[in-house]
C-alpha cells in the first residue's frame, strides 16, 4: 500500500511523550526496493526498528513490501514514494509536526552499477545525474531530516554504497566521483 504524508504521520511518527520524542527507533531509507537498500530494510525491521522504505517507482515499491509481508516484517515497513532529487516530493514527508513528534534515523543508499565495458562512455549528463542523486540528494535528505534527528537520543546519518549496484545505467567512474563527494559531507 502506497502511504500519503497523513498516513505516514498516523503510522510512523508517535506522539509527544512528557514533551520528549517517543524512545522507539525509526529509519528512513532511501531507495530500498531492491538490493543493498532492501536488505537495509529487512534488517532493521527484523531488529524492531519502524522503518519508511522509499522508492522512486510506486509499483517496485509495493512490491518490496509485498515481500517484506512474506517474511513477517509488515507491520514495521511502510512504503513511501520519494525522489531525492526533487524537494517537493521530500517536502512531505517530513513535516513540522512530525518533527515535533518523533525520533529518527536518516539511512542513505547510493548504489550504482559496473559495466566494465562501459567504463569510458559516461557523459557530462550521466555524471549530472550521478552527482545529483549521490551528493545532492543525499546532502538535501539529511538536512531535511535533521529537525527529527535533533529529538533523537542517539541520532545518526548512514550512507550505505556498494560498487556492484543494478541501474541500467552503467558509470563506475562517475559513481566513484560522487561517492568521494558523498563522503566529504559526513567527515567534513
Not at 538490493?35 to 509495493?62: P, Y
Request: one cysteine or more; proline letters at 2%; hydrophobic letters at 45%.
Amino acid at each position: 500500500m502506497l502511504y500519503g504524508h497523513a498516513e505516514i504521520r498516523k503510522k510512523i511518527w508517535n506522539p509527544i511523550n512528557n514533551g520528549r520524542a517517543a524512545k522507539k527507533k525509526y529509519a528512513v531509507v532511501t531507495g530500498s526496493n531492491q538490493a543493498i537498500g532492501f536488505g537495509t530494510v529487512r534488517k532493521l525491521a527484523s531488529n524492531g526498528i519502524m522503518v519508511v522504505l522509499t522508492a522512486l517507482d510506486e509499483k517496485m515499491g509495493v512490491e518490496a513490501i509485498e515481500k517484506l509481508k512474506e517474511c513477517g516484517l509488515s507491520d514495521l515497513v511502510v512504503f513511501y514514494q520519494l525522489d531525492v532529487n526533487n524537494a517537493g516530493v521530500r517536502g512531505t514527508i517530513v513535516d513540522p509536526e512530525a518533527m515535533r513528534a518523533a525520533a529518527a534515523a536518516g539511512i542513505g543508499r547510493d548504489g550504482v552499477g559496473v559495466n566494465w565495458s562501459e567504463i569510458m562512455t559516461q557523459t557530462y549528463e550521466l555524471a549530472e545525474v550521478c552527482v545529483k542523486t549521490n551528493y545532492y540528494g543525499a546532502k538535501k535528505m539529511t538536512k531535511a531530516l535533521l529537525p527529527l534527528l535533533q529529538l533523537s537520543d542517539s541520532p545518526r546519518v548512514v550512507s550505505l554504497s556498494s560498487g556492484m549496484g543494478s541501474l541500467k545505467v552503467r558509470r563506475f567512474f562517475i559513481f566513484l566521483a560522487s561517492h568521494q563527494v558523498v563522503v566529504s559531507i559526513f567527515t567534513s
